[in-house]
């Protein structure tokens, strides 16, 4: 009974922290202010979603070129083409690039460090560009312009020369894109840490409360505008930040716009979710390996977008009615949508538009009409769609015989689709880094906690499971193994001083900036007088713990209950197969300690790495003497106890 009790209240328990886990991820349940007094129209009094080509404007989103004088030599020439054969059609107001303009890796593709011909290789494509297009171009760094950059000043800080907007901003920078019928305000956020040491340790973007302020100061001097648009190359998740965050900087923004994760490559292409705060949050896949761009619209101040690859036609974007799933009545004009009187969307095609047919609901309205450049409208009466969510449905074909069929749902009562997938949420909600910690942290106090437990017991035999089945078997078995562990001071003491030492040591000291040594700690990075705080490195701590401590305290304590058994110090040569793991997890783990940070960081991570180097030599010794000290153990279980 009292195991059961055990068990419900840790089903209970983990329920909680489920519920309260799923609650921080439904992007329904905002926070902040009263949706009714955020949006303020400043589009034109009486403003309409008719046939009229009025208060509309679009725009371009590309992000991690990765420019690169070692591999993939096509990424250049096909954004030229980009410009020639597709922006010239689409003719966007404004091209918003979201980091990772140049590679900045080896041909190892390990090591890193800016290279001057991606970064002319990259101003020479917008030079070029500028002959097809007349789009205002936004760029911004990401984490792979600042690998091995020193500072903002630093020569090897070629963005602040060879992009097109470093020369007049530095760091984040705002832009206010002015209309007939409004002004509309985009915002860059440059999270990229400075200094920004080589890969890997620059995955994490970082914004101090300096930068925050600075990026607070933007959005309140932007204020006044119609809407604001945010971009950036981190998603807020990878950003390790001071209080208040970054997602409470952005809270009045309709939009943050991001690259970086590369949406896992393939593994999760639609990587949108809307923060608590109202925030719609739009990782685009890459330019890299996929040549995906983005296209948005404003349309009467509602924003609608549709990810797109390159020569795909013809491209097709709703604006009205918006889908649901991204209206935002925090920062939208949603109501507008109740009193219009045509459906809205844009296509363009490299070929003549032949026809483009709506219907709602599976229920055909009739063909749209070319009005007025890419945009196309259809009369309807939005009153015999009031209640519930509907479909909408467009299919244009062009005289190419091309042919693209878009659908999506709305709704005119403010309901909301739930369409927003789990790991999006869950990639693009949590902070990272705070999850990598607290896992690091729990990990480490589990196994200390756990072993030092294991120590104060005389008796394991009274915490055995009751049966005969093989799962009681092997928890039993292995319980006993480990107590010896923690009954045995030599292991002990090893095994939870070397835990620790990973927690709270020094790792590695390398060069982790061309001419700058740095100090890596799992909590944190010292290099050039600066102290980054820890992201990534907590996630090298639990693989650290996973792949090496916890093995080599479970082959040491196999080791200690043959022992017992046997009574034998002629371990090795009565019973050589268990030297044969022992000598995988070594091999294992002199393949890091010579491969990982060396090759990032320089022979100095090897010869002054007590952690990766160190665990060779504490391996070693741990398991010698695994064979050769005193047991402090007791009577050896056969099997299960039973009642």
């Given at each position: ?19 309260l ?8 349940s905002?926070?902040?202010e ?16 008719s ?45 918003i690039t ?5 590679d ?8 890193s ?34 690998f ?32 007939k ?10 999270a ?38 945010w971009f ?14 970054i997602?409470h ?8 716009l ?19 705060t ?89 063909s ?14 939005p ?17 190419l ?6 659908k ?18 869950l ?33 394991i ?39 620790l ?8 000291i390398?060069?982790?900036l ?10 944190g ?10 992201s ?22 196999h ?7 046997q ?8 019973n ?32 002054m790495?007590?952690?990766?180097t ?12 695994a ?17």
């Open positions: 009974m009292k195991f059961i009790s055990l068990v419900l209240g840790v089903l209970v328990f983990f329920g909680i922290i489920l519920s886990f799923f609650d921080f991820l439904n992007p329904d905002l926070t902040g009263d949706d009714s007094q955020v949006y303020q129209s400043q589009v034109e009094t009486g403003q309409s979603l046939d009229e080509n009025k208060n509309l404007f679009w725009f371009i989103q590309i992000t991690d070129l990765h420019i690169s004088k070692f591999k993939d030599f096509q990424r250049g020439p096909d954004l030229i083409e980009f410009c020639k054969s597709q922006l010239s059609i689409i003719k966007p107001e404004l091209v979201t980091g990772d303009l140049v900045a890796k080896l041909p190892d593709f390990v090591s460090t800016q290279f001057i011909e991606e970064w002319v290789e990259y101003k020479k494509i917008l030079q070029i560009c500028e002959e097809y297009t007349t789009a205002k171009w936004l760029d911004i760094r990401g984490n792979h312009d600042a091995d950059v020193p500072d903002l000043e630093s020569p090897r800080n070629y963005y602040r020369e060879y992009s097109k907007q470093g020369p007049n901003h530095l760091t984040s920078y705002s832009y206010t894109h002015t209309t019928y409004g002004k509309y305000s985009f915002i860059g956020v440059d990229c840490p400075d200094p920004g040491p080589k890969r890997p340790f620059n995955f994490f973007g970082q914004l101090n409360t300096d930068k925050l302020n600075d990026l607070a100061k933007l959005s309140e001097e932007k204020k006044d505008s119609n809407l604001t648009i950036g190359h981190y998603p807020t998740s990878v950003i390790v930040e001071d209080p208040p965050g997602k900087v952005m809270r009045k923004g309709v939009v943050y991001c690259g970086h994760l590369h949406t896992l490559l393939g593994l999760v292409p639609s990587m949108y979710t809307r923060q608590k109202g925030t719609l949050e739009l990782e685009l896949g890459d330019w890299r390996d996929n040549r995906m761009y983005r296209l948005l619209a404003v349309d009467n101040d509602l924003l609608s977008f549709v990810d797109m690859k390159i020569s795909d036609w013809p491209v097709v974007l709703i604006t009205n009615p918006k889908n649901s799933q991204y209206q935002n009545g925090r920062h939208e004009p949603l109501h507008i949508m109740k009193t219009s009187t045509h459906i809205r969307f844009l296509v363009f095609s490299n070929g003549d538009i032949t026809s483009a047919i709506v219907s709602i609901d599976d229920t055909k309205l009739g749209a009409q070319n009005t007025d450049g890419p945009l196309y409208t259809i009369a309807w009466d009153s015999r769609y009031t209640k519930n969510m509907h479909i909408i449905s467009v299919v244009v074909t062009d005289s015989g091309n042919k693209r069929e878009v999506q749902p709305f709704s005119l009562d403010g309901s909301t689709t739930t369409g927003f997938g789990f790991l999006p949420r990639i693009l909600m949590l902070n990272i880094s705070v999850v990598g910690k607290m896992w690091f942290g729990g990990f480490v106090f589990f196994l200390t906690f756990f072993l030092t437990s294991l120590r104060q017991c005389g008796n035999r009274r915490y055995f499971l009751e049966g005969e089945g093989k799962i009681c078997y092997i928890f039993n078995i292995w319980m006993f193994k480990l107590w010896l562990t923690s009954r045995t001071n030599f292991t002990y003491y090893a095994t939870i001083g070397f835990i030492y990973v927690t709270f040591g020094p790792w590695f390398g060069d982790l061309g001419e700058y040594t740095g100090c890596v700690f799992v909590w990075i010292f290099i050039k007088d600066t102290f980054l705080p820890a990534i490195t907590y996630f090298y701590g639990i693989f650290q713990l996973m792949t090496f401590n916890i093995p080599l305290m479970l082959i040491t304590s080791i200690l209950d043959i022992r017992s058994r009574r034998s110090k002629n371990i090795i040569q009565s050589t197969h268990l030297i044969i793991p022992f000598i995988i997890l070594l091999l294992f783990q002199s393949y890091l300690a010579y491969r990982e940070f060396p090759t990032a960081y320089g022979t100095k991570a090897l010869v790495g007590p952690v990766r160190g665990s060779i030599i504490y391996g070693l010794i741990v398991y010698y003497y064979h050769q000290i005193r047991i402090n153990d007791g009577k050896n279980p056969s099997s299960c106890s039973s009642s």
